[in-house]
């Protein structure tokens, strides 16, 4: 139980915490906009693969975590191609995308390494530069959405945009930017993700952290420091059940597995209640159809 | 805006209309629900674009059809629905609409903008509460100051009095007037006769084209204007009755004292085997009205018996087991499930709770669907494939099979083509011949003309009436558009308005 409570796990826990906050961070610029973003655990996934090989070709796990946004941006481009231009049912595309990208990033993986050959590890970033990134992103997100013109037209979009755009705001290009930048967000939280606390990538590495983003989002009311603050505890959640699975008790260490998920769970049905989303989240505009 | 015109699929919602709004002056734009008024003043504000025709605003032809360069020019356009985003406050709306660079002002500057706004203009507004909280009076003052604000020189007013108390709407007025002293045009969109009192010019639409184009308001009577605007052709496509009931039958539903939203405490008795035509400009408490007889909505206060039974409020179930027929005004929200077949919505209300087999149930339904006219493929098709007219007739089927004692009928014939709208029409004429008590609420006065042993008008929650026949045409259309209003106001001396 020493090990538990001890500096080591907090660090494990932040460190694990990280990708899951700008993930968070990521959804919320999309579902401020009023694109439901269920294609986060994808766009992670893919940024996690595309930082791993870069950094594995270059040897530089900064131009690994370029890589994973630029992938996480381009990915974020496909799904506003679909959802917002082609208006495609926002909940089915962000499933079907999810799924894709798993097996799209397995088949890469495989294509590059062959089952059973031993992946190379990585050169890993330290804790503190990751968690300088991330702060800079939450103070970026804050400020967008406090303090700029375009954060307001954002949430403007997002609650009504029927109004936004008789005051002359393109929707769908507000729609569009915003979905790039969050599956750019994504994609930096999967390449942090392996570029940092792991340092390989295995198939589905992102287990599960872009639903738990998704989630935080809800938990926080699409603010940014309440959900970076989940996604922390999130972390700190992982790192104990990490820990937990090594010491020998008569508990499943499955349930430990379990643990961050029901935190995450539990937090989410404690908190969502009298959350605040966006009016048109999911909704695919078109004018004159009201 | 020189012949502009507009279709939406087989309507046409604008027919070559011509029209000018002058600096310094405010031109009301009259007609009946669908003449085209929202769609021309659309068009104007770059929402909706013409099929032919052209607009200028200040010499200068617009070509693209967006919303914001129409802006810049200096034309801005209060709908109906407020287009304020609700979850932001008045100077967060502000702001959205004409940003002060990059970076949001602090919110005291901010603050102080929306002040010297609603001191300039005497428009009242609270800042620092999200715009769903404010009162509608409030929200539309604050969509007026945002117009104003981005210094709008053409400001489109849709039903600005519509949403509002007496008092409210002579204030709005009031300020139009200040406007228009300040040599901004106005154009105030309405169906009220003594709204348009209070306007310079006034064009009239009916069905998409020009009654009156562009007249001074002082060369029209009232009832110049209400003809123009209801019509005076009789000719209906609605086959008139050749009899109408003179003596008082037995009453059969009673409505008494119900308020619900505009509604206020109405009173109605409808008899066995009688017609009574509710003529009205929609939003005057149809919907309402609807919604409380149907069940659909608990009424506040007041009372509705069918055949002497009193009946709960709010409870649909109760009242089709007591012979109400619903005939709603939205078929497809309250009256039929589209992806279902014929045979499972005429069950609809009557499901047993083991149901026979389909093939059973389609052979069931197949006496009844040509009974009713209603032209398909058969009992299996979906219903959502029905035209306009055949999905009428299968609500018909439904509700008019079981021998009802009383039917409520909303707009029966709306979106239907003559043909159908006449079968329609037939039918509940029918039903009524057969003892039942129909009360029909409808928009177009030439079918409620048609149809109707008595017409009662509803003009903002209230009724005026009985209107018996033979019908004064201009008498009902004066009162469709609140002249009888204005009169019972003026004769209990009741200038304030509402406490």
């Not at chain 2, 100077?91 to 949001?104: D, F, H, I, K, Q």
């Not at chain 2, 110049?224 to 209906?236: E, F, H, K, Q």
């Amino acid at each position: 139980m020493d090990t538990l409570f001890s500096i080591a796990t907090v660090e494990a826990g932040i460190r694990l915490g990280l990708p899951v906050a700008l993930a968070a961070l990521g959804a919320i610029i999309n579902e401020r906009s009023g694109v439901l973003n269920l294609g986060l655990e994808g766009m992670m996934l893919s940024g996690a693969l595309g930082g791993y090989i870069v950094n594995d070709a270059t040897g530089s796990p900064w131009i690994g975590l370029l890589a994973g946004l630029l992938v996480g941006a381009l990915t974020g481009g496909v799904f506003a191609g679909l959802v917002v231009t082609f208006r495609t049912s926002q909940v089915v595309t962000g499933i079907a995308f999810t799924i894709v990208a798993i097996a799209a990033t397995t088949y890469l993986f495989q294509l590059r390494w062959d089952i059973g050959e031993l992946p190379p590890r990585v050169e890993r970033l330290g804790m503190w530069p990751l968690v300088a990134l991330t702060l800079v992103c939450v103070a970026g997100v804050w400020f967008l959405f406090r303090r700029t013109t375009l954060g307001l037209t954002i949430s403007a979009v997002g609650e009504s945009p029927e109004s936004a755009d008789a005051l002359g705001y393109n929707v769908v290009l507000i729609r569009w930017m915003a979905t790039i930048a969050g599956g750019a967000l994504a994609g930096l939280g999967g390449a942090v993700l392996v570029n940092g606390p792991l340092g390989l990538f295995i198939e589905e590495v992102t287990a599960g952290r872009g639903w738990v983003a998704l989630a935080l989002v809800v938990f926080a009311g699409w603010r940014p420091v309440p959900a970076v603050a989940g996604a922390f505890l999130f972390g700190l959640c992982d790192a104990a059940q990490l820990r937990l699975q090594g010491t020998a008790t008569e508990v499943p260490y499955e349930v430990f597995l379990a643990l961050p998920y029901v935190v995450t769970l539990i937090a989410l049905v404690v908190r969502a209640r009298r959350s605040h989303t966006p009016a048109a989240l999911g909704d695919p505009y078109v004018r004159g159809a009201a | 805006m020189r012949s502009v015109s507009r279709r939406f699929g087989e309507t046409v919602a604008l027919d070559g209309v011509d029209f000018e709004a002058r600096p310094g002056e405010i031109h009301a734009l009259l007609g009946a629900n669908g003449a085209g008024k929202t769609t021309l003043m659309r068009i104007l504000a770059g929402l909706d674009r013409p099929d032919t025709g052209t607009v200028e605003v200040f010499g200068q032809r617009i070509e693209n059809f967006e919303p914001g360069p129409i802006r810049a020019l200096g034309v801005a356009l209060v709908q109906q629905h407020f287009t304020l985003v609700p979850t932001l406050t008045a100077s967060e709306n502000l702001v959205l609409a004409r940003p002060e660079g990059a970076l949001l002002p602090p919110g005291r500057t901010a603050g102080v903008r929306v002040q010297k706004l609603v001191e300039q203009f005497g428009l009242e507004v609270r800042d620092g509460v999200p715009a769903s909280q404010l009162s509608v009076g409030e929200r539309q003052r604050l969509e007026i100051l945002r117009a104003l604000d981005a210094d709008a020189k053409i400001l489109l007013l849709d039903e600005p009095t519509a949403v509002l108390t007496d008092v409210e709407a002579e204030r709005l007025l009031g300020v139009a007037r200040a406007l228009a002293d300040q040599g901004r045009a106005l154009v105030v969109i309405t169906h009220r006769l003594a709204e348009v009192e209070a306007c310079d010019r006034v064009t009239v639409l009916r069905e998409g084209i020009e009654a009156i184009s562009d007249g001074a308001v002082d060369g029209y009577t009232r009832a110049d204007l209400a003809s123009a605007m209801i019509g005076t052709d009789t000719s209906g496509t609605i086959t008139a009755r050749t009899s109408r009931r003179t003596q008082a039958a037995p009453v059969c539903l009673r409505v008494r004292d119900v308020s619900l939203g505009r509604v206020s405490s109405l009173s109605l008795d409808v008899g066995e085997g009688e017609i009574v035509g509710i003529a009205g400009v929609d939003g005057n408490g149809q919907s309402e009205l609807e919604a409380a007889l149907s069940g659909r909505s608990a009424a506040e206060s007041g009372e509705v018996s069918i055949s002497g039974e009193p009946i709960a409020p709010g409870d649909p179930r109760s009242r089709r087991g007591q012979g109400l027929a619903y005939i709603p005004s939205d078929r497809y929200s309250w009256g039929l499930i589209g992806p279902m077949d014929l045979a499972d919505n005429l069950e609809l209300g009557r499901v047993l709770p083991i149901r026979p087999n389909r093939p059973a149930r389609h052979k069931a339904a197949r006496p009844s669907l040509d009974h009713w006219d209603v032209r398909t493929a058969g009992p299996h098709a979906r219903t959502s494939s029905l035209s306009g007219g055949n999905a009428q007739k299968l609500v018909l089927a439904r509700e008019l099979d079981e021998h009802p004692s009383a039917v409520l009928a909303c707009y029966p014939t709306r979106g239907l083509d003559p043909e159908a709208a006449d079968t329609v029409a037939t039918r509940l004429v029918a039903a009524a011949e057969a003892g039942c008590a129909v009360l029909w609420i409808g928009a177009e006065l030439d079918e409620l003309l048609a149809v109707s042993d008595r017409i009662e008008v509803l003009y903002d929650g209230t009724l005026f009436g009985p209107y018996l026949p033979p019908f004064d045409r201009a008498a009902i259309g004066l009162a469709m558009a609140g002249d009888a209003a204005d009169r019972a106001r003026s004769a209990t001396g009741g200038e304030a308005g509402p406490p």
